[in-house]
């Protein structure tokens, strides 16, 4: 059984950081993209960052790029999203997802994970 989980979540004022894990179990993410997705209420759910199987190649959202940092551990089977000067409009569930390639589309994502809050205070 395939299991994403984040964490790293929480409440954080203008202007901070947080950096949210994702762990897995059930495959080796050696294989797959890791992607980051978020969503705010009543909105749809938004690409933030993906990064590949191995590493060397990356998407950006428009609105976290040169904020937020993608990054993959294969030997902990953990990826990460690195997310500094939060402002309030980065307020959202995220969500991490695998897929076999490096995609901005969340439909090519097959796995995915529980989501984890993250609420930037103004």
């Known amino acids: 059984q395939v299991q994403l989980v984040e964490s790293g979540g929480g409440l954080v004022q203008t202007g901070g950081s947080l950096r949210l894990s994702c762990t897995v179990s059930?495959?080796?993410?050696?294989?797959?993209?890791v992607g980051w997705f978020r969503q705010a209420p009543g909105a749809k759910r938004e690409f933030v960052q993906a990064i590949s199987w191995s590493g060397g190649s990356s998407y950006d959202g428009a609105s976290v790029k040169d904020r937020f940092t993608t990054s993959k551990d294969n030997t902990k089977n953990t990826g990460y999203l690195q997310m500094n000067n939060l402002k309030p409009e980065d307020t959202a569930i995220y969500y991490c997802?695998?897929?076999?390639?490096?995609?901005?589309?969340?439909?090519?994502?097959?796995?995915w994970g529980q989501g984890t809050q993250v609420t930037v205070s103004s």
């Open positions: 997802a695998l897929s076999e390639y490096l995609d901005l589309s969340p439909d090519t994502y097959e796995y």
């Open positions: 059930g495959l080796n993410i050696s294989n797959y993209a």
